[in-house]
């Protein structure tokens, strides 16, 4: 019902309630992040940026190493060099020796929860609780570079090298290690990298990383990251140069991080001029087609060959080798270099690896460049193991396998694409921007999966992209929160690791760039992050604070809601007033009121008393005499005194008060609750009665004072039909249920089960 609304209550102002003992108090919701994130300093700024005295180790690798076909193992040598640019003297070095997770006595089998179920898989149930694989590193001799033994002691999979003496400052010092270890079967214990066996023609495909001893990250924010793998956290690494001998059976193809060195010795005529011709090429040109690869995996040659390849300032190296692979290749250009992008696959891949592979590495290649940097290196890589998903430097492993007869669902090819694009991306991130994995998985794979995301948009308009829309992530924000725990988790801590570290931060980016920062301040923000930390070693607090201080917006509310917490969004309308300004003049508001009174409610004995039936005659019906001019008043009527009351008040007004009265303005108080915990803003689709609409977005900064109740007063000549809380989905919101004014209920369905 409309209510009169006293004079002195005009304009847009925030009604807050002043409940003494309010306990969700907005001023620890917009809390700044000084006591969350480290003190600046001058290795990294208050700005987010590196310091003036930011330095970081580096470590280069000569590597020969062998691929055993006939026992599945990787025999290995190599020369690490350490060069230590931090400020203090090192007495002792740290390795990490991550196929140690493999070994019998590994943490990762001691330390893995788990259920017996009614229906398990193979797969499932060897990798799970059959220990019976030995995949740990065998140490055979660690030596100076005299070649005399250095003391080592061996910790599951971490490896200290105790120095002869300290490595100071600015100093280098290499080493050399020889090792073996037992290739893992992918199909049936799975990992990150492995080998695949195709018993029809008894041949292997290798997908190989991790493979080697490799330094531990030492920097000033942790010291030595020597924290075990388990096998979830990923990895914390140097960057270096890279010199790998791989050699393998002689009718294999080799693809790997960096640059091929020897080509002319490992590959044909025919296969260096097809190369040349790709690198000019608008798409993929087939290198090794499917029918000479056919003929190649049917047979065996007992001669080898060795790959040497090159790569400069890698953080990471991976390999691939098969007698059975498919190559194509396309350049792509970058200003005056061409960068190659290349893919490796057996005919069980095809048509879709064929068909898509190389053209999602050249759009990913695209898409994250005009996002971030250029990308710098000189090779792109996608090749298919299809027991996994995992990224490396130049070089990616990727599942998507049709079925026999060359058929595939609507499903696997979209995931075959999207995962291409997702494990390419991460070139950029961590490979290029080197956060550290093994401590927070969301700073590459959360910040990987909003790029994934904006790059299958560009793919196409329709791209059923699974992660960074909000409404994606939905289902998982109002579950149980006894399953759930804060993005700034440990990477072993994590407990829905795909909803945590992909799609909640990949959300949480895409809604600061359509809703909290808009495209423009949010792009230009995030390339300001990866360009100032490309080839470095940001931490959480150098993207949060980039990312405040390149846009100009304070966005410590967002970070702590977001990031630091289990809260999530749900933001209700409780309900509307209606109000509008007395007129003082006196037919109009006469006119008013009886239109007010038309539509108001009847009581029920003022109903009953009223029917003729239940009171046949009422005394003063029966004796007429009894009436007087009482009887007869207009209640609408007003008197002499009231029209010279608002006479006065009108001659008493200034121009703009009078205009203002005129207006015929209508004023609506709405109030809001919030309900889930998360301050987010309040966007909100205003409806009209003539069929216009309106969108308004109100700053998440409505709840700086009070976080759990606000209300809102707007203003409007039209008269309002319906209010509709986040009309596009922007926010995540858990119950739409509570969205609409009208109440409005979302339809739901529930199965009849048959007896």
């Known amino acids: 019902m409309l209510k009169k609304f006293l004079f002195g209550l005009l304009g847009m102002s925030i009604l807050f309630s002043t409940n003494a003992q309010n306990s969700n108090q907005g001023a620890t919701k917009f809390q700044q992040l000084y006591q969350e994130l480290p003190t600046p300093n001058t290795y990294r700024n208050a700005a987010g940026a590196p310091g003036h005295e930011y330095w970081q180790q580096r470590a280069d690798y000569d590597m020969k190493i062998e691929i055993d076909d006939e026992k599945q193992r990787i025999l290995g040598e190599e020369t690490i060099t350490y060069y230590n640019n931090s400020p203090d003297a090192l007495t002792y070095l740290w390795v990490q020796l991550d196929q140690n997770v493999r070994a019998k006595d590994s943490d990762s089998h001691k330390t893995r929860p788990g259920k017996v179920y009614s229906e398990m898989g193979y797969r499932e149930i060897k990798s799970a609780w059959h220990n019976d694989f030995d995949g740990g590193f065998k140490i055979e001799k660690v030596t100076n570079k005299k070649g005399n033994p250095l003391k080592y002691t061996i910790n599951k999979t971490m490896m200290r090298i105790d120095l002869e003496q300290p490595l100071k400052p600015k100093g280098n010092l290499s080493f050399n290690i020889k090792w073996w270890y037992n290739v893992n079967d992918g199909g049936n214990y799975g990992g990150r990298s492995g080998y695949e066996y195709f018993p029809e023609e008894d041949n292997y495909m290798y997908h190989i990383a991790q493979f ?41 193809t080799v693809g790997a991080t960096g640059v091929l060195q020897n080509s002319k010795e490992v590959l044909t005529t025919t296969q260096l001029e097809r190369l040349e011709k790709s690198k000019k090429s608008d798409k993929p040109l087939m290198i090794i087609s499917q029918e000479e690869a056919e003929k190649i995996e049917k047979g065996k040659v007992k001669e080898k060959k060795t790959w040497v390849f090159k790569a400069e300032n890698v953080r990471d190296f991976g390999f691939c080798s098969s007698r059975k692979f498919i190559w194509d290749a396309q350049g792509v250009p970058f200003g005056d270099r061409t960068v190659m992008a290349m893919s490796y696959y057996p005919k069980e891949g095809n048509p879709l690896w064929e068909k898509y592979s190389t053209r999602a590495i050249v759009h990913t290649l695209k898409v994250y460049s005009r996002h971030t940097f250029d990308y710098p290196y000189p090779t792109a890589i996608s090749t298919h193991a299809n027991f996994t998903g995992m990224e490396y430097p130049m070089i990616c492993f990727n599942f998507g396998r049709p079925r026999p007869d060359g058929t595939y669902s609507e499903r696997l090819k979209y995931r075959m694409i999207g995962v291409i694009i997702h494990e390419v991306g991460h070139n950029y991130f961590p490979m290029i921007v080197n956060s550290d994995e093994r401590q927070w998985t969301w700073m590459d794979e959360g910040l990987n999966t909003f790029l994934q995301y904006i790059t299958e948009t560009e793919w196409e308009r329709d791209f059923p992209s699974r992660r960074g829309p909000a409404a994606n992530i939905v289902d998982y924000m109002r579950g149980d929160k006894n399953n759930i725990v804060p993005i700034m988790s440990n990477s072993e801590s994590i407990l829905q690791f795909g909803n945590n570290a992909y799609g909640k931060p990949a959300t949480a980016l895409n809604i600061l760039r359509e809703t909290i920062m808009g495209r423009e301040l949010f792009d230009h923000a995030f390339k300001e992050y990866a360009n100032r930390w490309k080839f470095k070693h940001p931490s959480p607090a150098d993207f949060f604070r980039t990312m405040e201080d390149a846009s100009g917006v304070d966005l410590d509310w967002f970070w702590r809601g977001w990031f ?62 009894l009436r007087d001019k009482y009887n007869d008043r207009d209640k609408y009527r007003v008197s002499e005194r009231d029209k010279k009351l608002n006479e006065q008040y009108i001659a008493g007004l200034s121009k703009e008060e009078k205009e203002l009265i005129d207006g015929a303005y209508n004023y609506y108080e709405v109030a809001f609750s919030n309900v889930g915990g998360l301050v987010m803003p309040i966007i909100l689709e205003m409806k009209y009665t003539d069929g216009t609409s309106e969108v308004i977005h109100i700053p998440a900064e409505i709840w700086k004072q009070r976080a759990d109740k606000v209300s809102k007063v707007f203003v409007s000549k039209k008269e309002l039909e319906e209010i509709i809380l986040d009309p596009y989905l922007e926010t995540a919101d858990t119950d739409r249920n509570n969205n609409y004014y009208p109440a409005r209920r979302q339809p739901t369905r529930f199965e009849l089960y048959q007896r």
């Open 212 to 252: 080697y001893p490799r330094m531990c990250s030492y920097n000033e924010t942790d010291g030595w990251q020597n924290k075990q793998f388990l096998g979830r956290g990923e990895f914390t690494l140097s960057f270096g140069d890279f010199k790998v001998a791989i050699t393998a059976p002689a009718d294999h």
């Open 564 to 625: 630091y917490t289990t809260d999530h969004v749900d933001i209700s309308i409780d309900g509307v007033k209606w109000f509008q300004l007395n007129s003082h003049d006196t037919e109009k508001e006469i006119m008013v009121q009886k239109k007010w009174d038309a539509k108001a409610p009847r009581g029920i004995s003022e109903i009953r008393n009223n029917d003729q039936k239940a009171v046949k005659e009422t005394l003063m019906e029966k004796y007429p005499e």
